[in-house]
């Protein structure tokens, strides 16, 4: 993309109203707008992340055998009232009448209507295990909606929900979303830990949030320090496999780690002195095993394979796709602005041409650009006849991971400069090397 | 995918609300659930079609240098009270009021929204021209919804907004616009053929209508008949080229294509006796110029070059993209089912076993998975314990164009059948030709 044709409408001032760092950068990098309290217009270069993040949550979740579907935004109050969440909802569900007085709501959350299509079409056990899942815009009505897109009123969430025969193997689905989640996360350059987590409104025992450290973080979070040092990274595993799934599972969740809702006093005193950890953390993600609660309310049975009718064991599963821009901006930042992970970066790198108008230079980013778009990358060349300054204040702002800067003097000894957004280290190259170094970084030649 | 680990609910029978034949095999294929009067859920078939759909919009509208965002489907009732729209637009409007007793709304279309970020951040002709669009969900209160997702109130649409500082630009975008849309609509496999149309609700008085023609088409439309024998084919054009656009826009409008709306029987008159056609066709999208309507009303100037201010020259385009699941099925279907076009198909192929469980069968499918997959292509292997004739009714339902059928006697002679679903004439080859074949057809593999 050449910036001279692109919308990036940036910010020199701050607006009033950003109290936290990721809605500071978020307005200011011209990714998102207010167009009411708590509901945002998505920018393009906030709309390009926002893609990144849905493609590696569908590509994670086709790994791990999840099927995706899309479920209305608008849903019938009825359904909600078979579960009886209809009440017990309260103010936060944006209640809706329609033209003919029925009453309808924007769906907060859709274990209903999964629960009544399921009921629609499967009844036998053979037809287990499923596992369905959505992304799509859900609506709060916060009260007092802050932090920009971290508690917004409408948001994107992935919602996913396992139905399964025994409580085995709805465990079995809830220790594979817990894998999935892993490497969806690492994905995007987040560590988020699992911690043990209250259930709330969705009900059930068993559930795991997801947390980034983050001084901005709304919970308190106890964690033994041991548990930073875990990575998934490469491993190949076999999502079939309630042994591999259940290994990590143990491994991720053995060691202390709670929020302050669930924080224990008791046990927390066990871990060593010295590897105790407080801090603050944003949850962007949870997964439930809620059993058979809206199976039984609903009437989601299956015939097991003795011929009796069984209800289904369910879980749910959600990642909070629109946060995790602020997230991710939250534990990825200095004072000069956002600083992207390359796996969910908006444009792959930057070309910064020092004097747009002098023909060597000109010709140099054109043809940089041309290189990196026939590898498949996408680069976002600023070809305004605005000063380097300007140029490079923009480009740190924006958080592309890689700069590549071309001016005349360096092109009179066949270099141009590469420089990493995270380190602000340079290397002088020749344009060919340089276009080679970025294509390496994003696995698009060989290594 | 293997069809034992998807979610494909087929129905036998033909559920009793479905008037066309669209809606009739939607329900049938599995790819769509009523979840309230003209609210639909997505099940699996049904999104990765919409996907794809969805997916070839982005494509051609990169192409045509048109900025993707998005916005919230959840808006301020006092913007539009800024156009005047908000009294105006009766009914189908659907009003919510939220726990702060604001007045809101589901958004039917963005001429406000899109306005009123134009006008908070560009303020000069320097940063013209300038085409945003966005694909979200929609949402009209009709009062009779019917035709499944042809005629629903929860929509998905693209819809994109052109922002230029004279009207001769904005006409180019307007231009720009119908030729992007030529192509987009080739690709899916239709033919809609652009149409003088009446501007309604929106304004202005360019408008072109796309229509593809259908027997059970909403409109009456009347046109010659060289307009059928016209395509836009693998054209080089520049977008950026007034001339290039221009051309195609006569080359598509100057024979006589109209709907009943605005049918002008003195006009048709002249159109020769054996040219004459009537028939029905189904909207898929609209595009629009309507000058300064909006800008006017809601403040959207910029400097010109002579530092003066001046309104913002605007043009509105969309394309139904839910709908246009509906208008292929309907341009594109036998009595076994539906015939999905290369381009939008849901899987490339379909694999159906003939004998499940038998050790050389099964290998050679799992072969063909393999090879198939390894090409970047998604085949549905049919791998269930059941009948030949309902794995072949399943797969003419769903209508995937191409199907290779292995069965034990075939592998004796070392082939497998290749079988078009368009014409439903059959090759018989080896596997690794059958592999070329699709392959060849879906263009991964050199011609």
């Given at each position: 993309?050449?910036l001279?044709?692109?919308?990036?409408?940036?910010?020199?001032?701050?607006?009033?109203?950003?109290?936290?760092?990721?809605?500071?950068?978020?307005?200011?990098?011209?990714?998102?707008?207010?167009?009411?309290?708590?509901?945002?217009?998505?920018?393009?270069?906030?709309?390009?992340?926002?893609?990144?993040?849905?493609?590696?949550?569908?590509?994670?979740?086709?790994?791990?055998?999840?099927?995706?579907?899309?479920?209305?935004?608008?849903?019938?109050?009825?359904?909600?009232?078979?579960?009886?969440?209809?009440?017990?909802?309260?103010?936060?569900?944006?209640?809706?009448?329609?033209?003919?007085?029925?009453?309808?709501?924007?769906?907060?959350?859709?274990?209903?209507?999964?629960?009544?299509?399921?009921?629609?079409?499967?009844?036998?056990?053979?037809?287990?295990?499923?596992?369905?899942?959505?992304?799509?815009?859900?609506?709060?009505?916060?009260?007092?909606?802050?932090?920009?897109?971290?508690?917004?009123?409408?948001?994107?969430?992935?919602?996913?929900?396992?139905?399964?025969?025994?409580?085995?193997?709805?465990?079995?689905?809830?220790?594979?979303?817990?894998?999935?989640?892993?490497?969806?996360?690492?994905?995007?350059?987040?560590?988020?830990?699992?911690?043990?987590?209250?259930?709330?409104?969705?009900?059930?025992?068993?559930?795991?949030?997801?947390?980034?450290?983050?001084?901005?973080?709304?919970?308190?979070?106890?964690?033994?320090?041991?548990?930073?040092?875990?990575?998934?990274?490469?491993?190949?595993?076999?999502?079939?496999?309630?042994?591999?799934?259940?290994?990590?599972?143990?491994?991720?969740?053995?060691?202390?780690?709670?929020?302050?809702?669930?924080?224990?006093?008791?046990?927390?005193?066990?871990?060593?002195?010295?590897?105790?950890?407080?801090?603050?953390?944003?949850?962007?993600?949870?997964?439930?095993?809620?059993?058979?609660?809206?199976?039984?309310?609903?009437?989601?049975?299956?015939?097991?394979?003795?011929?009796?009718?069984?209800?289904?064991?369910?879980?749910?599963?959600?990642?909070?796709?629109?946060?995790?821009?602020?997230?991710?901006?939250?534990?990825?930042?200095?004072?000069?602005?956002?600083?992207?992970?390359?796996?969910?970066?908006?444009f792959h790198c930057g070309i910064v041409?020092?004097?747009?108008?002098?023909?060597?230079?000109?010709?140099?980013?054109?043809?940089?650009?041309?290189?990196?778009?026939?590898?498949?990358?996408?680069p976002l060349y600023d070809?305004?006849?605005?000063?380097?300054?300007?140029k490079?204040?923009t480009m740190?702002?924006i958080?592309l991971?890689w700069r590549i800067t071309?001016?005349?003097?360096?092109?009179?000894?066949?270099?141009?400069?590469?420089?990493?957004r995270?380190?602000?280290?340079?290397?002088?190259?020749?344009?060919?090397?340089?276009?080679?170094?970025?294509?390496?970084?994003?696995?698009?030649?060989?290594?």
């Amino acid at each position: 993309m050449r910036l001279s044709r692109y919308f990036l409408p940036v910010l020199k001032e701050t607006p009033a109203e950003a109290q936290i760092v990721s809605h500071r950068y978020m307005l200011r990098a011209g990714m998102i707008k207010q167009a009411s309290a708590g509901i945002y217009s998505w920018l393009p270069l906030g709309f390009k992340v926002l893609r990144k993040i849905e493609n590696i949550i569908h590509e994670e979740q086709a790994r791990a055998g999840h099927i995706a579907m899309q479920m209305p935004t608008i849903q019938s109050a009825d359904l909600w009232r078979e579960s009886g969440r209809y009440d017990a909802y309260g103010e936060e569900m944006l209640r809706i009448t329609d033209r003919h007085d029925r009453e309808m709501l924007f769906t907060p959350t859709a274990e209903e209507l999964i629960t009544d299509i399921f009921r629609s079409y499967v009844k036998s056990y053979k037809d287990l295990p499923l596992t369905l899942y959505q992304i799509q815009w859900k609506f709060r009505d916060e009260i007092r909606p802050r932090f920009g897109v971290m508690r917004g009123r409408e948001f994107y969430m992935k919602d996913g929900y396992n139905f399964d025969l025994t409580k085995e193997d709805a465990l079995h689905a809830y220790n594979r979303h817990l894998v999935s989640y892993l490497r969806t996360y690492e994905r995007m350059g987040l560590q988020a830990i699992p911690m043990r987590a209250d259930s709330g409104p969705i009900g059930g025992d068993n559930t795991h949030e997801f947390l980034v450290l983050a001084e901005t973080g709304e919970s308190e979070v106890f964690y033994d320090a041991q548990i930073t040092d875990l990575k998934f990274g490469d491993r190949e595993i076999d999502f079939d496999s309630h042994e591999q799934c259940r290994a990590v599972l143990d491994e991720f969740t053995s060691r202390y780690a709670r929020t302050d809702e669930t924080h224990d006093e008791a046990v927390w005193a066990e871990v060593p002195e010295e590897r105790k950890r407080t801090a603050r953390g944003i949850e962007v993600g949870q997964i439930f095993y809620f059993g058979t609660k809206y199976s039984d309310a609903m009437g989601a049975t299956v015939q097991d394979s003795e011929g009796g009718k069984v209800p289904v064991h369910m879980g749910s599963h959600g990642i909070g796709v629109s946060r995790l821009l602020g997230a991710i901006i939250e534990a990825s930042h200095d004072d000069k602005g956002i600083i992207w992970p390359e796996g969910v970066t908006p444009f792959h790198c930057g070309i910064v041409n020092l004097k747009q108008g002098d023909d060597e230079a000109d010709a140099a980013c054109e043809s940089l650009y041309a290189s990196l778009t026939a590898l498949g990358l996408e680069p976002l060349y600023d070809d305004r006849n605005e000063r380097a300054g300007g140029k490079f204040a923009t480009m740190d702002l924006i958080g592309l991971p890689w700069r590549i800067t071309v001016g005349p003097r360096g092109l009179k000894n066949g270099v141009v400069e590469v420089t990493s957004r995270r380190t602000g280290e340079s290397e002088e190259l020749p344009p060919e090397q340089a276009v080679e170094k970025i294509a390496r970084i994003y696995g698009v030649l060989g290594a």
